[in-house]
Structure formats: structure tokens, C-alpha cells
């Protein structure tokens, strides 16, 4: 257990619905990263907020809305996503530079 | 070609064995981290090290800032070592983190 919980932990969804991966952490963090893990690739580094404001946005396409309400809960909103969008999404917290990962969601989209 | 660059890709071997991965990468950087990742998708910090040589247990994590160059190893190796191993480092320039593509590691019994 490393402090930070994802849920749900596993979502299959058509690419018409809304659904939203919810992250949290214990740790007393004031940054949270949302990543992208697929198949055989690094991770790719999507969102960063910073005491609860975002600070980085990788050029993700905005069908990935992402909310941060306070430094403790981290979302990510899903809409009319695409298959290849399908992937392990990881959530981390930081007070410094080591990051404390999720245990991520796995997301299928038909 | 990515700035941080790991081999093998896949590597199995047999419990006791000797085990090496490498990363090597192209950008100055202030620190190196390698993490561990089960199957089930959780990642877990092994080493942070920004010079020389770290032992944990079996692991030992090494880095040779010259050549721009770090090995993990783990000696005596068990089958609960299976995992994916990843090394990333952080940019000197702008402090992000630069991501390997991970080497997965299989210890059979």
C-alpha cells in the first residue's frame, strides 16, 4: 500500500458513455499526476496539479477533463473516448520529487 | 529515439540467477529513480540515486553520470522478483521526469 488509491480499478466503457477514475491520497501531497501506461511504451505524463491548480497539460485531447477539488482527491473525466485510449491510467501524489503511484485503472474502450 | 532507453526489453531467467538491467540515457540530469511495477499495475520506488552505487536488500542500483549510465541488479534471484522494471530521470534543464519504456523480468523457479 503506498497511500494512494484508484477507483474504479478496472472499466470497460463504450465510446459514446461519461465516466469518471477518482484518485486519493493520504499522504499529505500538494501535487497529484495523472498518467497514461499502454502496451510496451513509457508512461505518458498527462496531467499535474499543484496545489490543487494545474501546471501542466501534455497536449492531451480535452475528451480527458481532469478536476482536482482539493489537494487530497484527484479526478479524471472521460467522454466519448476513442479505443486507442484504452490503457492503464495511473494516478501519483508528491510532496517532493519522489512519486507515490496508484495502483491505476485499467480502461477498455469499445 | 527516446531520451531514456532500457534493455533487455524481456528478460527470463531462473531463480538464483544473477540479474542486469540497463538504462542509458541522453539528457542531463539531476537524479535517477528505478521503480518496480507488479503485474495489477501499482508502482513502487526502488532507488533514487544521483551518483555512485545504492543497496536495498538484493538490489543494488549503480550509475555512471560520464557515460550517462545506471544498472539494477539482483542477486540471488526468486520468482517474486517477476515484475517490470523502470528507470526514469529527471531533466536537469526543466526538472521533468523522462520515462524508460520498462524491462520486463520473468524468474522461473
Known amino acids: 500500500e503506498t497511500g494512494v488509491t484508484q477507483t474504479p480499478r478496472h472499466l470497460v466503457m463504450g465510446m459514446t458513455n461519461k465516466k469518471s477514475l477518482k484518485c486519493e491520497q493520504h499522504l499529505g501531497h500538494n501535487a497529484m499526476y495523472w498518467y497514461k501506461q499502454s502496451a510496451k511504451k513509457p508512461l505518458e505524463l498527462m496531467f499535474v496539479?499543484?496545489?490543487?491548480?494545474?501546471?501542466e497539460n501534455n497536449s492531451v485531447p480535452s475528451r480527458f477533463s481532469p478536476e482536482c477539488p482539493n489537494s487530497s482527491h484527484l479526478f479524471l473525466h472521460l467522454h466519448t473516448l476513442q479505443p486507442e485510449d484504452s490503457a492503464l491510467y495511473l494516478c501519483?501524489?508528491?510532496?517532493?520529487?519522489?512519486?507515490?503511484f496508484g495502483p491505476g485503472t485499467r480502461l477498455t474502450v469499445t | 529515439k527516446n531520451e531514456v532507453e532500457q534493455s533487455p526489453q524481456n528478460l527470463t531467467a531462473q531463480e538464483g540467477e544473477f540479474i542486469t538491467i540497463n538504462c542509458s540515457y541522453s539528457?542531463?540530469?539531476?537524479?535517477l529513480h528505478w521503480l518496480q511495477q507488479h503485474p495489477g499495475g501499482g508502482i513502487v520506488s526502488l532507488f533514487m540515486l544521483s551518483s555512485g552505487k545504492k543497496k536495498h536488500g538484493r538490489l543494488i542500483a549503480t550509475i555512471n553520470i560520464q557515460e550517462k549510465h545506471s544498472s539494477l541488479h539482483i542477486t540471488a534471484s526468486h520468482p517474486r522478483d517477476s515484475a517490470v522494471y523502470i528507470c526514469?530521470?529527471?531533466?536537469?534543464?526543466?526538472?521533468?521526469?523522462?520515462w524508460g519504456a520498462g524491462t520486463k523480468l520473468i524468474i522461473k523457479p
Open positions: 496539479y499543484n496545489f490543487k491548480e494545474q501546471t
Open positions: 501519483a501524489s508528491s510532496r517532493g520529487y519522489e512519486q507515490y
Open positions: 539528457v542531463g540530469i539531476s537524479a
Open positions: 526514469a530521470v529527471r531533466s536537469r534543464s526543466n526538472y521533468q521526469l523522462i
